[in-house]
């Protein structure tokens, strides 16, 4: 079903092995390059979004006569400039952030941060790791004020005309802030997305509502961490934002997957703090969130395809570890965030109902074509209000599943292509014991 190691893999993986430090002697192993084959690493880089981190280790492993020589004068100068202006946007937008950050906190707000400015800081080179976006926690009773303060300077939602009414609630809102916005104060050189959380997690993560129980006492325990510039962010507690970022993966992987940097983000960070987590006590959290086994199986990867080894302690080593082949193989077939098919994407609707009924395929397809009214109504409006129109809509939105083809480059994927992988990435879940009733 996943097959064995491909030469492009072996290239990526030894890339950012090198960007790691880590590389050894899996290098006396590798293929040789070829045009085509490095044409397949740079490709794969690009759809993990991870393009600066493995250039750059290509660059130190091949020099640039090699990769010169193989692309051409023209497509490999276009690509070193491609990967500097990322690297650049990336530290703009990241300085930008850290005075955007600074300038809320002035004013009173209090913000949590986690993943992206957070992950940055852990790698070789910051700015090669990019963001799309920057998470940030904030009290619900600070949300609308805080959105009232953006607005000012500029900032509009990323969905929709207008901000949320004052009696909605709100989970999470995605702001966007252009290029070139902000007051006398400050001024943003790049724009900015800001994707504002209430709570962690919610309603359909397919992760369990419970969850956001294990951050009941975040802002209590919250730390502030040294931006390396004479600033600092405040964020969940090591032991609780490395839990976080388990459990933010563990959620992309339920839905239609996530990509190899989560892997380093979550390894990186686990062993930069490693002397402020106890690995004995996370053990014990993710057990009943049925989420151990496939936290052992990405550590695992970690190690044994990036080098990157984790202290987990007597706990973890007296778990039978799960095979993390198939893991990897998910991760990369996937893209960053499993965008890199469309059958994989609409696949979804069964991993995720799979996830939240046992592990169940059956039940995963009839709660896809089924959902509960409440989420009939956020879908079909019309519903609200007329109970007995449910049917209909149900009938609508299976014809508008099943009914559509689905294109990408040219290769019409069907329904029945959606079911079959998400036959298979159910199989997956079940197998790192993700919606099953026993912990496997």
Not at 151 to 176: K, M, N, Q, T, Y
Not at 428 to 434: N, P, Q, S, T
Request: glycine share 12%; aromatic share 8%.
């Amino acid at each position: 079903m996943y097959g064995s190691q491909n030469e492009g893999r072996q290239w990526l993986l030894h890339a950012m092995r090198v960007h790691f430090g880590t590389a050894g002697a899996d290098a006396q192993a590798l293929p040789p390059m070829t045009e085509a084959l490095l044409g397949d690493v740079l490709a794969m880089a690009e759809a993990q979004k991870i393009l600066p981190v493995v250039y750059g280790g290509l660059l130190a492993a091949l020099g640039a006569d090699c990769i010169w020589g193989l692309l051409g004068a023209d497509a490999a100068e276009a690509l070193r400039m491609d990967v500097r202006r990322r690297g650049i946007g990336q530290a703009v937008r990241s300085c930008d952030f850290r005075a955007l950050y600074q300038w809320i906190e002035a004013r009173g707000i209090s913000l949590i941060v986690v993943k992206g400015a957070l992950c940055r800081a852990l790698y070789p080179s910051p700015d090669a790791r990019a963001s799309a976006d920057e998470d940030l926690l904030v009290r619900a009773d600070q949300l609308r004020p805080l959105l009232a303060l953006l607005s000012e300077i500029g900032a509009r939602p990323a969905h929709g005309d207008a901000l949320p009414a004052e009696d909605e609630e709100v989970r999470e809102v995605g702001i966007v802030l252009p290029a070139g916005v902000g007051s006398a104060e400050l001024r943003l050189g790049a724009g900015l997305y800001l994707e504002l959380h209430t709570t962690l997690f919610g309603v359909g993560d397919g992760v369990g509502e419970a969850v956001d129980a294990c951050f009941a006492d975040a802002w209590e325990r919250a730390v502030r961490y040294d931006t390396g510039d004479g600033g600092s962010l405040l964020s969940l507690c090591p032991q609780e934002h490395l839990l976080y970022l388990i459990l933010h993966a563990l959620k992309h992987f339920v839905h239609a997957g996530f990509g190899i940097r989560q892997i380093c983000d979550i390894a990186l960070f686990a062993r930069r703090y490693a002397g402020e987590i106890d690995f004995g006590a996370l053990y014990d959290t993710l057990v009943p969130l049925h989420a151990v086994h496939f936290a052992h199986a990405v550590f695992a990867a970690a190690e044994e395809f990036l080098g990157l080894c984790v202290p987990l302690g007597s706990a973890w080593r007296a778990e039978a570890r799960l095979d993390c082949e198939p893991l990897l193989q998910d991760v990369l077939s996937g893209g960053i965030y499993g965008g890199t098919d469309d059958a994989r994407l609409h696949s979804v609707h069964l991993t995720l109902r799979a996830a939240e009924n046992g592990g169940s395929t059956v039940r995963g397809l009839w709660n896809a074509a089924f959902p509960p009214a409440e989420t009939m109504c956020r879908r079909y409006p019309w519903l609200k209000g007329r109970p007995y129109l449910l049917w209909a809509a149900f009938g609508a939105r299976i014809f508008g599943y099943f009914g559509a083809r689905l294109r990408r480059r040219g290769v019409e994927h069907g329904p029945a292509d959606a079911l079959r992988v998400g036959a298979e990435r159910v199989r997956l879940l079940a197998y790192y014991g993700i919606g099953t009733d026993e912990n496997r």
